[in-house]
């Protein structure tokens, strides 16, 4: 009598081993006691058979009851199927954030996985026993799979730290380049990588603080170049007052030479305007009587400077032509008379 034939005369528990090794029905014989608080209890059958057997048969698959649970099927896919007591009745995988329970949808395994249970009542026959598996009387100790520990990106991280430190736009910049690197990092690690809140808000912080040094970056140029061309502005004003002053007392002392050596002051040859401004200097430039007393005549760009009969010398602003003299206009009264002519 073969062992299929022995069981079915033991108690008529049909594919209670082959089915279970076929994967069409894994569900324990009725006299299977119950579970005893988690960990299953071994009892071989031990009743008597009415097939016109005057000894009972010994059920050659003793049946191991097993309390109900989630129990790791393989190890390497991290997956899981539970036993409610009478079948496999789902599964799940472990897809790095948490426990996932599939749905029965071959597609719905993970990448890699290689037998995993496809329906409820069914787990891979690779995790079946073997031919002749008669039990054991220890209890089923079952192994619980330890899932993969979450790590947080190393270049979220970075992200984060680089876009708060800033450096002068450099590090914000860097940290926003890391941030999308560590994204895309942790979508393809399938879960097993965390830190994407981490990079999503060095990208954030990165963005700002670059904006920020960007506006502070224009407005320190701005400033600067409006403070260099107010010094240039200044500077350039403050070399014509002395140009000025260095004029007007050349003529002063050109004019005193002359009355020195002629024993009267130069009279302008006519009144003041630019047409006569080059012909009112004639006397003191030119080499005749004793001359030149001076040089250069002064230029009327910046700043005009006149003489008149009675040795006095006053200064106006640039193209004013003065009929008279104005004691305000001469540095003898007036020291400030050349910043008020060619300061504007």
Known sequence: MTEEEQGEAGGGHKGSYWSRRLGVNSQPP??????V?????????????????????PDPTPRVNVAPGWYSVDTQSNAQAYWDGERWAGTRHWRGTGWIEDSGDPSS?????TTTPSAAGQIPPRFLPPPGYRGSMAPYQPQIARPMAQTTNGSA???????ILGLFGIGS??????????????????????????????????????????????????????????ISMVSSQQQRILQCESDVKSVETAVAAYQAEKGSFPDPPAPWSAGTYMINYAPLTSGENGGPYLHLTPGTTDYVVEYNSTGNVWVAPPNTFEASFDPNQGLGANPNACEAAAGG
Do not use: H, M
């Open 37 to 57: 608080a988690g960990v299953g209890v071994v009892k071989e059958e031990e009743e008597s058979t009415g097939g016109g057997l005057s000894d009972p048969l």
């Open 157 to 163: 991280i970075a992200s984060l730290v680089l876009s």
């Open 109 to 113: 395994a993970p990448i890699g996985a």
């Open 30 to 35: 009725p006299s299977v006691s119950a579970p």
């Open 173 to 230: 910049l860097l940290g926003v380049i890391f941030g999308f690197k560590a994204r895309r990092e942790i979508r393809a690690s399938g879960g097993y990588q965390g830190g994407d809140g981490l990079a999503l808000a060095g990208i954030i912080i990165g963005f700002v603080t670059l904006a920020l040094f960007i506006f502070v970056l224009a407005i320190w140029i701005v400033a600067f170049t409006a403070i260099r061309s107010n």
